[in-house]
């Protein structure tokens, strides 16, 4: 029997090692290189719409600002006008208590009464005159104060001088 002992090993697995590589970068590796473009391709797909998503906002952004711009006149006009509309309804709501107060008073008035002055303020109404008979004076007084428009009605001084009676009354608290 003969033995044959090979003390520097054999050439046949270093072939064994080159080609097994061989056939996994031919078989194998290829694929993963398919692999990895298609992924890297993918992101690179995926960045692009990104950036496009971003750039878009940003452009909305601009544009919603522009738009700010355009119409923040526009608004400090608005709230100037609105300004105005509300001072304008105080003072028309203000003449037309007054209107109210005269509308109420003067129609009541008996013909004997003639007024020297008569002032009216936002809630308050004072009257001077002459009155020829004071019962017409006394009827006045109670229909304004039976009534119950104001909320204190007073007859303040009367006198009596050469053409009649001269009095003062104050009406206080009107209730439209």
Known sequence: MKYKINLIGNNNNKKGVVSKLNYFFFNYFRYILVLTQLIVISVLFFRFSIDQSIIDLKESINQQEEVLKAVKPILDETQR?????????????????????????????????????????????????????????????????????????????????????TFTMSLKGFKN
């Open 81 to 165: 006008v609105d300004l105005k509309l509300k001072e304008s309804k105080k003072i028309i709501e203000t003449q037309d208590l007054f209107l109210y107060q005269l509308t109420y008073l003067i129609p009541k008035f008996p013909e004997t009464i003639f007024l020297n002055t008569l002032s009216l303020t936002k809630d308050t109404a004072q009257m001077q005159g002459k009155i020829l008979n004071p019962n017409h004076l006394q009827s006045y007084f109670n229909k304004i104060k039976s009534e119950k428009k104001y909320a204190e009605v007073t007859l303040g001084q009367i006198n009596r001088d050469d053409t009649g009676y």
